[in-house]
Nanobody, 120 residues
């Protein structure tokens, strides 16, 4: 079992930056790939970025490639550095634990979400 708690959301102007954190608890955190998803009002939840259990492979949605960077440390935390933010990045961002099978496979482990609002 993995418990996930996100933090770091907020309101920022377009072009600005935010860094999201996801603190995981559970002895098997290091064996999971980790991902970030987001859900904007009236839209379905969508994949944003993921990283494998060793931190050696990353995946990104085309919409954030070159602007967002996912990373993880050895202290049960995964990060999402978001630069050059756009109003269309506004959403609730969720942390997820899953698997790397050549692409990211989310398991049903989700955090409570953190709101990111980008003003124009």
């Amino acid at each position: 079992q993995v418990q996930l708690v996100e933090s770091g959301g907020g309101t920022v102007q377009a072009g600005g930056s935010l860094r999201l954190s996801c603190a995981a608890s559970g002895r098997t955190f290091s064996s999971y790939a980790m991902g970030w998803f987001r859900q904007a009002p009236g839209k379905t939840r969508e994949f944003v970025a993921a990283i494998n259990w060793r931190g050696s492979t990353t995946y990104y949605a085309n919409s954030v490639k070159g602007r967002f960077t996912i990373s993880r440390d050895n202290a049960n935390t995964v990060y999402l550095q978001m630069n050059s933010l756009k109003p269309e990045d506004t959403a609730v961002y969720y942390c997820n634990a899953g698997a790397d099978s050549g692409s990211y496979l989310p398991y049903d482990y989700w955090g409570q979400g953190t709101q990111v609002t980008v003003s124009s």
